[in-house]
C-alpha cells in the first residue's frame, strides 16, 4: 500500500484527483443547467409563437393590403379573427354584412329610391340605426321585422368581454358600441359602394358622409341621427390642437383608417400578451403609415414610460437633476418625454370615465333639440326630392 511520504505527494494527488472528478460533476451539473434553460427558453418561444399565430397571420394579411386603397371588410375581418385565434368563418362574416347590404336596397326600393345615390345610400344604411325594419326572406318567402342597431351601454369598452367591441358580435345580437357600430357601417357602405368615412372624438367615433350638395353631414350611429358638430365636440376634450391638427371631427383618409385598424389589431393583442417584438412591428407599421395616429403614438408614449422607469429605478432613482449622469436612464428619460410631447402636440387630453359617461347620457337629448330636428328635417327633404326625380324618370331608367 502506498504511504505518505513527507512532502504528501500521495495526499497532494489524491485532492488532485478528487478536485478534478468534483470540477467535472459541477461543469456537467451547469451543462445540464444550461441545456434545460435553453430547452425551457425553446419550449416557452414556441408556445408563444402557437398562441400567438393567429395575430402572426392578421399582421401579415393586413400589412400586404394596399394603404391608401384596401376593404375595410377584409381588415375588420382580420381585426377580430386574430383576437378569436382564427374561429370565425370569412365567409360567415361577409355573409352578414352582405344581408344587411340586401336590407338596405330592400328599404331603397320600398321608398323609391335610387341605389345609384350616394345619398340615398347612405340614408338607407342610416335607417339600420333608426328603427326597425321589415325585410322579405326571400329564401323563406316570409316578412321578418328586424329591430335597428342599439347602443350596450354595459361594458361598453370590452373591459370584461372584450368581444363587446367587435362588429361579429354587433352582427350577431344587435348591439354594440361606438367603435363597432361605425365600423359595420362603413363594411355596409363597402358592400353597396357608398362614400362614407370614419371620423374621430375622445375615445369615440362617428360617421360621417356628404348631403346631395356635398356638404359633410355627421351620423352619430350610437343614437341613429346626425349630430351637430358643437355636440360632437362637446366633452369639453377636444382642444385648439385637435382641431388644428385633424386629430377630432375630421375624415380619415384611407391611409389613416389602415392605421386605425393596425391600432385596433394592436388593442387587442396587447388584450392577450405582453409587449413584446410583434407588438413592436405592428406599433412601427402605425407610425410609419400614420405618424399622426394618436392610439400609435399613445402606446408608443407608454412604453417609453416603462422603460424610462426601470432605467432609472436602475440607476437608484436619482433626481430628475442629476439625471444626466447617468447616460442609460437620461436618454430613455428623453424618449419618453418625447413621445409625451408628440401625444400632448396632437392634442390628446385625457378623458376621465365620469366625463364621457356623462357625455354618453346627452345622447338622448340631442335627438330632442330643435337643432337636430332641423338638421334630420333638412336631410329628409332632400331624400323626398330625390324620390320625385326618380318618379319623374322614365322605366327604362329607372335602377
Not at 410631447?341 to 370615465?353: H, N, R
Not at 330636428?373 to 333638412?378: H, I, Y
Request: aromatic letters at 10%.
Amino acid at each position: 500500500m502506498p504511504s505518505k511520504n513527507k512532502t504528501g505527494g500521495y495526499c497532494n494527488n489524491k485532492i488532485y484527483y478528487q478536485g478534478r472528478e468534483e470540477a467535472a460533476q459541477v461543469s456537467q451539473q451547469a451543462q445540464m443547467e444550461r441545456e434545460l434553460m435553453e430547452e425551457e427558453f425553446y419550449h416557452k418561444n414556441e408556445e408563444h409563437a402557437i398562441a400567438t399565430r393567429s395575430y402572426q397571420q392578421a399582421f401579415r394579411d393586413i400589412t400586404g393590403l394596399n394603404p391608401d386603397h384596401f376593404s375595410i371588410i377584409r381588415a375588420q375581418y382580420d381585426i377580430e379573427n386574430a383576437y378569436l385565434e382564427g374561429a370565425l368563418p370569412y365567409d360567415q362574416f361577409v355573409h352578414a354584412i352582405q344581408l344587411r347590404a340586401i336590407h338596405v336596397k330592400q328599404i331603397l326600393k320600398g321608398e323609391g329610391l335610387s341605389a345609384k345615390s350616394n345619398l340615398a345610400l347612405n340614408y338607407g344604411i342610416q335607417q339600420l340605426y333608426q328603427h326597425p325594419n321589415s325585410f322579405l326572406d326571400s329564401i323563406h318567402h316570409t316578412t321578418i321585422t328586424v329591430p335597428p342597431f342599439s347602443y350596450q351601454f354595459e361594458d361598453y369598452k370590452g373591459e370584461k368581454d372584450y368581444e363587446n367591441i367587435f362588429t361579429e358580435k354587433l352582427m350577431r345580437t344587435g348591439k354594440g358600441q361606438c367603435l363597432s357600430m361605425p365600423r359595420l357601417y362603413l363594411m355596409i357602405a363597402e358592400q353597396l359602394g357608398a362614400k362614407a368615412w370614419l371620423s374621430l372624438a375622445p375615445q369615440h367615433s362617428f360617421i360621417q358622409f356628404t348631403d346631395s350638395k356635398g356638404k359633410l353631414l355627421n351620423f352619430e350611429t350610437t343614437n341613429g341621427n346626425l349630430a351637430s358638430s358643437s355636440w360632437l365636440a362637446s366633452s369639453g376634450f377636444i382642444n385648439a390642437k385637435a382641431v388644428k391638427n385633424k386629430s377630432y371631427l375630421d375624415t380619415l383618409s384611407q391611409r389613416q383608417l389602415y392605421a386605425e385598424c393596425l391600432s385596433e389589431l394592436l388593442l387587442g393583442y396587447l388584450q392577450k400578451f405582453d409587449y413584446d417584438d410583434l407588438a413592436e412591428q405592428i406599433k412601427q407599421r402605425i407610425l410609419q403609415i400614420d405618424p399622426t395616429n394618436l392610439r400609435g403614438r399613445i402606446i408608443d408614449a407608454g412604453i417609453k414610460r416603462q422603460i424610462a422607469f426601470q432605467k432609472i429605478k436602475a440607476a437608484g432613482r436619482p433626481k430628475e437633476s442629476d439625471l444626466h449622469n447617468f447616460p442609460d436612464a437620461y436618454k430613455s428619460y428623453l424618449d419618453m418625454k418625447a413621445a409625451m410631447d408628440k401625444v400632448a402636440d396632437l392634442g390628446y387630453q385625457d378623458m376621465p370615465p365620469e366625463a364621457y359617461q356623462a357625455w354618453l347620457k346627452s345622447i338622448e337629448q340631442e335627438k330632442k333639440k330643435q337643432a337636430n330636428r332641423e338638421l334630420n328635417g333638412r336631410i329628409q327633404q332632400e331624400i323626398d326630392q330625390l324620390k320625385r326625380l326618380k318618379s319623374t324618370l322614365k322605366p327604362s331608367k329607372i335602377n
